[in-house]
Structure formats: structure tokens, C-alpha cells
């Protein structure tokens, strides 16, 4: 009887572990998903990989639907230094949303064997936010009328029946300087106030709140394929301007090398046009050292609709894009550091350079 | 607006006006099978001009969608002017670029295009060019085209300093009765301008022949979708 039970117990432990592969396995990550999807999708990773997944709620839509997270690294008692990754702030940027659930399924696959990925599970946090403007994502997938919608879905006034705020100035950085609207039915209105949206103070709470913790700030948008440093505003400089276009410059070679696509590296001013209170703006604002933007495919045919056949090429350059960064800051803090602990009676310079007879390299 | 003299090739002055001479080119050259995009511009430059108004010249190369960014670039020059007038009047543009009567290859697939298409009883009309996932069928494909070219017009037209315009996608097509030995669309095209970030809708009537290329015959500006609006209480 016992013997039955038990072999009975384990035929459905490996149905069970077949039928989470099978949908592991099923989840096609070279097509777009509404939303629903996307949050089945986020249970799933934090379910089949609860080591190193936790998903957090940090903060509700307009239409109080929950934001969340992924945070995903190996576990730790004492904050780690992180990562901070959105996509979806504009909801017609499909492939964005698109990027950050093929950046979670690359960690996630490759941090056994991966030993670059695995130094980063160990060293950082990501916190990956997939759609962030969740009320406008799902709205542009109403039908092929609200396909091109940008904004989130705040209902509009009396003065102004016009839904929706650009969530993407709506940030306290520089608020209503310059590349905004004060009329409500712009496309780049900037909110009655900043911090007006919920889904902007939900993000400028959590950054508030790990802000000694948070290395890099990561954005991810289309189109036009460009890598943005602070600040949107003209004539203001960033104090590390020179290492971000640096950095930016080494991630858009990275990009360049996978399928030969050119990728523009600068501030907004000079590349795009003059924006006020960005995200991207306000993470290094509030002294997050290095705060990106990165707008994917295309440039100049589909624009917002990027077809699904596009999906993958673009997610495997972003995400060399995006590891050219993370590894640069994440040796700049954790290279150093472990050389100095375990380095003894050594002359080291500032790059790194030892002259030790008994130095034994970690890397 | 200010810089005057050597532009940087990578800024957004540069390529707003190569833009527009990208719209003018695609006006005179563009067809059901040829598209030009914009690659990379070279050399720019800008003065003020004693009328009033800024003229660019610049050096950029484009390449034809049917071959991509990857394929053989085509050397452009160009002089554009944005005119300095109370009312918007269109930017004039001067453009030169080299070997352009030897692409030829297009002729056999535009003629085969034109007598599908130009017989009495053809009535072709769709929506959502491309649909929301980016799908563009086999026969749709010179149609979008063709909304492309069709949409430079308006795009030179529309355009300023202060605009970059793309199309974003066709709402629809409707063939017309045929005229003149014209094939006849009616488009409604959405253009997207990136520094305002509208998507801006137009309705244009367009004709094309392999022999007269296409000609844009009227254009209206369409107001907002009604639900971007808060219905009255």
C-alpha cells in the first residue's frame, strides 16, 4: 500500500516537473504578449526558479492594476548593489517589454554555466520591471485603432477631456523645462504636476528607497535605435558626461558586432530632441552614477510596429548592449574591491596593475 | 536652432534635413518597388539666408528598402531651405545623387504591378498596413510602398526645423476608379513627428503609372480617434 502511494507520489512529482518544462519550454519569446501573459509568465520565473526569483509589488497603476518586479540574483541577507531595468514606460513600444522578458530568460539560463553571469547573480540585484505603463499597454492592445497609444490612462478633467500623461516627463528632473505640452491631449503632456502618475511615483519611491544601492539605471524604449545619456535637458551635463558617452560608445560597438545594426550615442539635445523630466533624467538626478536609455529597432521602416520576425535579433544585440554596461560597472565596484581584499604586501595602482611575486589573479 | 556652420553628422539638425530630402526623393523616385531610407549622413552644414530662414547642405547616403541598411548605399548631396514666412510654407530642396538612372531594375515588377492592378473591375482596399505585430503580406507589400511614397509628399509638405516625420503605419487603402490610365488609392496614412511624438492622420488621394510615377492628387488632415477623448458626462 505504501509502496503504491509512494511510486503514485512520484509519477505526478515528474508530471508536475514535465508540465512546468513543457511550459517553460512553450513560452515563445519571439512574439509579443498582451498582458495577462506577461504576468503568468513573471509567476512562472519567480515559481521555477525561487533561488535566485522573488517578484515584488511596489507600486499600482492609474487604473490600480499592481506594478511589479522581478528581483533576481542570489539571495542575501544584506542589500546588495543592483540593477534596475523598465521597459513599456511608452505602451506602444512593444519590443521593449519584449527585451526585458529575453534579458530575464538569458540570466536565467545561463547563470549555472555562465560564469561572467553567475559573478553578477552574486555581486548585484536586477530589478526588472517588464511593462511599467501597464494601463497604456493594455490599451494598445484593444484593437488596431489604440496600436500607436503612448501614454498612461488617466482619465481626463473638466478643463480637459484628453486621457493620458507622457509618464516619460512626468519625473522630477527638470520637470516642464523643455519637450513637454501643457495641453492634456499632447502626446508629451508632462502631468498637472510632477509626480502627478502613480506609475511614476512608484518608481521614484523604489529608486528613492535603494538609492545608495542602485548602480545603473537601465530604460528601455524604441524606436530609432539610439543609446541616451543624461540630460534631456539642453546644456546641462551630466558631472560623469565623459564616461557615460564612453560607456554608451562600448555598448553600441557590442550591439554592432551581433547583426551589424548602428546604433547613435549621446544626449537627447544632441540626438533626438530636447526632453524634460525623464526617467533617465531622474536616476541621474538623484545620483544613480549610470543612467541609459536605450531605444531599440528600427529606424526607418516599421518604427513602433516592429514585426515579431525582428524580435529575437533585436533582444540578442540589446542584450550585448546592455551586458557591455552592467560588466562595466560591475568591475569598476567589484573587480577592485576583491583584488585589494586579497592582495597582501603588493604595490597596486589605480588600474589594477600589481607587481607582486606570490599575486594570484581571481580573474 | 542656433548652430550655423559645420553641423555634427549624428545630431538631429543634420538629420531632420536629410530627412527632408529623403521625402523629396522618394517624391520624384519612389515607386510601388522602390524606397528610399536614409543611412548615414556624411558632411551638413547651415546658414542663415539673407530672406530670412536657414538653408542646409548636406552629403548622406540612402539605401533602397528592398535591399536594407546593408545594402548599396547611393551618394546624395543636397540643398535644403526652410523658409522663414508667417504662414508654414514647405522647405525647397535641390538634391543630387549619383547613378539614380541606372537603377532600372524595378521596371518588370512595376509593369506586372500596374496590369494586375489597372483592370476595370479592380477593387482592392485594406486596413492596418502593417498589422499590430508588424505583418506586412506578399500583397500588401507595394501598397505600403506605394503609401510611403505617396505619404513624402505630405511629409515634405508638413515639414520644418522643428519636425521629423515618419510614417507609422497605413490605416487604410481603398482603390479607386481607375483614370487616365492612373492607378487610383485612396490612403489614410498615420505619420508619426518625433519631436512632438503625434501620430498625425492624413487622407490622400494618390495616382501611379510606371510611365508618370506617383502624383498626389488631394490631401486632408483627419482629427484625433474619438476615444483618446473623454466622452461628454
Not at chain 1, 492634456?184 to 510632477?194: E, H, L, Q, R
Not at chain 1, 541621474?284 to 552614477?289: E, V
Not at chain 2, 540612402?62 to 514666412?85: H, I, K
Not at chain 2, 503609372?209 to 476615444?227: A, F, I, K, Y
Amino acid at each position: 500500500m505504501k509502496g503504491s502511494v509512494i511510486s503514485v507520489l512520484v509519477v505526478l512529482v515528474v508530471l508536475d516537473r514535465l508540465a512546468s518544462g513543457l511550459e517553460h519550454r512553450s513560452y515563445d519569446y519571439t512574439k509579443y504578449h498582451p498582458m495577462d501573459e506577461i504576468s503568468a509568465w513573471m509567476n512562472q520565473m519567480e515559481r521555477e526558479n525561487p533561488d535566485v526569483v522573488s517578484s515584488m509589488v511596489y507600486g499600482q497603476t492609474y487604473e490600480k492594476r499592481n506594478i511589479t518586479l522581478l528581483k533576481i540574483g542570489f539571495k542575501n541577507t544584506t542589500p546588495k548593489k543592483a540593477v534596475w531595468m523598465d521597459c513599456g514606460i511608452h505602451a506602444r513600444e512593444w519590443i521593449a517589454p519584449a527585451f526585458c522578458q529575453y534579458f530575464v530568460k538569458e540570466i536565467l539560463g545561463s547563470y549555472k554555466t555562465d560564469s561572467n553571469v553567475n559573478t553578477l547573480f552574486k555581486n548585484l540585484d536586477f530589478y526588472i520591471t517588464p511593462v511599467l505603463n501597464i494601463d497604456g499597454y493594455i490599451y494598445s492592445w484593444r484593437d488596431n485603432t489604440t496600436r500607436l497609444w503612448r501614454k498612461s490612462r488617466t482619465a481626463g478633467t473638466e478643463n480637459c477631456r484628453c486621457f493620458g500623461t507622457d509618464l516619460n516627463r512626468n519625473f522630477p528632473a527638470y520637470w516642464g523645462m523643455v519637450g513637454i505640452s501643457r495641453n492634456c491631449c499632447s502626446d508629451v503632456y508632462n502631468g498637472p504636476t510632477a509626480v502627478s502618475e502613480p506609475e511614476t511615483k512608484a518608481v521614484t519611491d523604489f529608486l528613492g528607497a535603494h538609492q545608495n544601492e542602485m548602480l545603473c539605471y537601465l530604460t528601455i524604449h524604441s524606436y530609432s535605435q539610439m543609446i541616451l545619456i543624461p540630460y534631456g535637458v539642453p546644456n546641462i551635463s551630466a558631472p560623469n558626461y565623459d564616461e557615460l558617452m564612453e560607456v554608451g560608445l562600448a555598448a553600441a560597438k557590442a550591439i554592432s558586432a551581433v547583426h551589424g545594426k548602428s546604433y547613435k550615442v549621446g544626449t537627447p539635445p544632441d540626438v533626438l530632441y530636447a526632453t524634460s523630466g525623464s526617467s533617465r533624467d531622474f536616476a541621474r538626478f538623484i545620483g544613480i552614477p549610470y543612467s541609459f536609455g536605450l531605444e531599440l529597432r528600427d529606424k526607418e521602416k516599421y518604427h513602433f510596429i516592429l514585426p515579431e520576425n525582428q524580435i529575437q535579433p533585436s533582444c540578442e544585440e540589446a542584450y550585448q548592449g546592455a551586458m557591455s554596461i552592467i560588466n562595466y560597472i560591475h568591475d569598476k565596484n567589484f573587480k577592485s574591491a576583491a583584488v585589494s581584499q586579497t592582495v597582501d604586501n603588493c604595490d597596486c595602482l589605480m588600474d589594477l596593475e600589481c607587481k607582486c611575486d606570490d599575486f594570484k589573479p581571481l580573474y | 536652432m542656433a548652430s550655423t556652420g559645420d553641423l555634427e553628422p549624428t545630431h538631429y539638425p543634420a538629420r531632420r534635413a536629410a530627412t527632408v530630402a529623403l521625402h523629396y526623393l522618394n517624391t520624384h523616385h519612389g515607386s510601388p518597388f522602390r524606397v528610399f531610407g536614409l543611412q548615414q549622413v556624411h558632411k551638413a552644414s547651415a546658414e542663415d539666408v539673407a530672406a530670412g530662414g536657414r538653408k542646409y547642405k548636406l552629403d548622406f547616403s540612402v539605401t533602397d528598402w528592398a535591399s536594407g541598411s546593408e545594402g548599396p548605399a547611393l551618394r546624395c548631396s543636397a540643398d535644403v531651405l526652410f523658409p522663414q514666412t508667417e504662414r508654414h510654407s514647405g522647405p525647397e530642396v535641390q538634391l543630387r545623387c549619383e547613378a539614380l538612372q541606372q537603377i532600372n531594375r524595378t521596371a518588370q515588377e512595376e509593369h506586372a504591378f500596374y496590369q494586375r492592378y489597372i483592370s476595370p473591375d479592380s477593387a482592392v482596399s485594406a486596413r492596418d498596413i502593417p498589422d499590430s505585430y508588424g505583418n506586412v503580406s506578399e500583397e500588401m507589400q507595394p501598397f505600403w510602398r506605394l503609401a510611403r511614397v505617396a505619404a513624402s509628399f505630405i511629409m515634405l509638405r508638413e515639414s520644418s526645423e522643428r519636425t521629423e516625420f515618419n510614417m507609422a503605419q497605413v490605416a487604410s487603402v481603398a482603390q479607386q476608379g481607375s483614370s487616365e490610365e492612373q492607378l487610383m488609392l485612396e490612403f489614410v496614412v498615420l505619420l508619426h513627428d518625433f519631436p512632438s511624438q503625434e501620430i498625425i492622420q492624413w487622407k490622400l488621394l494618390a495616382s501611379w503609372s510606371p510611365d508618370r510615377g506617383v502624383r498626389v492628387l488631394q490631401t486632408e488632415w483627419q482629427p484625433r480617434c474619438p476615444h483618446a477623448t473623454k466622452p461628454p458626462n
